[in-house]
């Protein structure tokens, strides 16, 4: 019986000691060394426009880390999109922000297009991503008897 009643316990033993190594505290947070852009939405839908129209929307970001993020570059697909975004430094826990301005001009039908957020970051590039839906435009049709 003596036996049996060590064994259990140097079992219980064994696995408090696992599951403590295993287990993290709920308070212990991960901090990332560096700085981190964290973006609200990395899509955004026009929805449906007229060929022609100039839309634009502004995606907010957030430094999550603990160091300055600077975004140095937006890089667009094509030239129909016009990026501008904050040209200073973001310090940790302060917002910036990417506009993406759209001309739906000789673009009818649907548009999916790619922004790329070249910056500092640890989590590297980030790709943000629009679409519309541009509706052609009327042509005039002249009838001839």
């Known amino acids: 019986m ?3 009643f060590a064994f259990a316990f140097s079992v219980a033993l064994s696995l408090s000691a696992v599951s403590a190594q295993t287990t993290k505290p709920a308070t212990q947070k991960v901090v990332t060394d560096g700085p981190v852009i964290t973006f609200t939405e990395n899509k955004f839908d026009f929805g449906s426009i007229k060929e022609g ?4 929307h502004t995606f907010t970001f957030k430094n999550t880390g603990n160091q300055p993020l600077v975004v140095s570059a937006v890089n667009v697909t ?8 904050t040209k200073t430094p973001v310090a ?3 917002t910036g922000f990417i506009v993406a301005q759209f001309n739906s ?7 999916h297009k790619v922004i790329t957020v ?3 970051s ?3 590039n ?3 991503s629009f679409t519309a839906t541009a509706t052609a435009r009327e042509t005039a049709t002249s009838s001839v008897k």
């Open 92 to 94: 940790p826990g302060k």
């Open 105 to 111: 001009t000789g673009k009818p039908g649907q548009n």
């Open 2 to 4: 003596k036996k049996i």
């Open 53 to 56: 129209d100039v839309v634009k």
């Open 118 to 120: 070249v910056s500092n």
């Open 122 to 124: 640890v989590t590297g």
């Open 78 to 85: 094509c030239g129909c999109t016009t990026p501008d975004w």
């Open 126 to 128: 980030v790709p943000l």
